[in-house]
């Protein structure tokens, strides 16, 4: 996937995040409480903001992309979709099925923030100056 279009899905799913959000405080507050799943929706916007940000933060503004930087954006993007996805169709009463998917979710944020961490290592290491 290009950067542009990383970059672009990202600012659209923080934004969708916001959304979510004030949605669920409103609009579906009943439902989530009725369910008892409101700390769950929480959580679910709680992780699309976090990683949507960083996705875009990672790759917008910069002049030069990093081969891993885009890597980590997209594995935060699938990660969203798995993590967050699952988690508002459990809060809204979903199938079952989708519990497992929501570690899934869990496991791309984690690789994505690995990946990072590998840029930022070798970043740090072509340029130091310790």
């Known amino acids: 996937m290009k950067v542009n279009k990383i970059t672009f899905y990202a600012a659209l799913l923080t934004a969708g ?18 369910h008892g799943t409101t700390e769950t929706w ?36 699938i ?3 798995l993590f967050s ?18 570690p899934l979710g869990g496991l791309a944020f984690i690789v994505g923030w690995l990946i990072a961490a590998r840029a930022a290592w070798i970043n740090s290491s072509s340029t130091a100056d310790d």
């Open 79 to 81: 990660g969203i979709f």
């Open 42 to 77: 929480k959580t679910a916007v709680f992780y699309q903001l976090i990683h949507g940000l960083a996705a875009w933060a990672a790759l917008s503004g910069a002049t030069r992309h990093s081969p891993l930087l885009v890597k980590s954006a997209f594995a935060w993007l």
């Open 85 to 102: 996805g699952s988690l508002y169709g459990l809060s809204l009463g979903g199938p079952r099925w989708l519990g497992p998917i929501t």
């Open 17 to 34: 995040g916001v959304a979510l959000g004030a949605f669920g405080a409103h609009a579906l507050k009943e439902t989530l409480l009725v």
